[in-house]
């Protein structure tokens, strides 16, 4: 038998992870509603609200699954010399209970949970929920990247415009000067920021100084939609070289595949 086969979950097993880890996003989703946009409003970055709202998250999402399915683990719960070749567990979860929390604290809509399963390494499945929208991504790896269980693809006609549009980082213009002809907006979510390209909504995404944790979910949704992630100078990107928990700097382009070319000659690092 072949690594990917001993290495592959049953059909069956897909639908019940999925359907799962769906129910139990959602349920965090409904509590995380009750304290949005609920910051003190002397605060500008209301911790305490958020910390909060991170830690029901996390303790709702990670004790489902754990005490669900035998042999899975966190990221979060492990130091490097758990993620040594022979040591780390063979299905591994990445977890971001609140992406986007500056816009959940302010009330704004684009926050999420993203989470990703990893199994020998190796992507498995993708998922992010907006709670505010309703809207519920999800991908298996290498398949079909789903909204609301509808199938999504990134923009196939490329052709940038004055209605094209690019989600960018904050202090984006601390980095760069730009000639992109179309709207230029920042929602505050890097996980909402990739759904948005997978489903064809924006053209691309610039991204800088983010984690792990804020990709693995996306990433596998938008490279099921048809994009992938690249070093801004057209270099690949490989998540799995960050599990350790470095910071990657980037910058980092989310477009559709082939298009990171035609995006770059707007761009000028500052």
Known sequence: MTD??????????LWTLKEFVENTLRKAGSRLMELYGK????????EELVTEADNFAWELISSKIK?????????????GEDLAEGNCPRFLWILDTLDGAASFQAGMPVWGISVALFEKFWPVMGLLYLPVTGELYSAYADREALLNDVPIRVREDYTLDNESL??????????????FPGKVRNFGSSAGHL????????DACLMKNV?????????IILEAAGGEIRFFDGSPFHLGEYLEGRRIDGPLIAAPRGAHDKMRPYFHQL
């Open 4 to 13: 990917e086969l001993e290495r592959s979950l049953t059909e069956p097993e």
């Open 39 to 46: 910051c003190k409003p002397q605060c500008k970055f209301d």
């Open 67 to 79: 005490g669900s399915f035998k042999g899975h683990a966190f990221l979060r719960d492990l130091r």
């Open 166 to 179: 690019l989600l960018v980082y904050s202090r984006f213009h601390r980095d760069f000067r730009t000639t």
């Open 195 to 202: 759904a948005y390209v997978a489903r064809g909504a924006a």
């Open 211 to 219: 984690s792990v944790q804020d990709l693995a979910g996306g990433s």
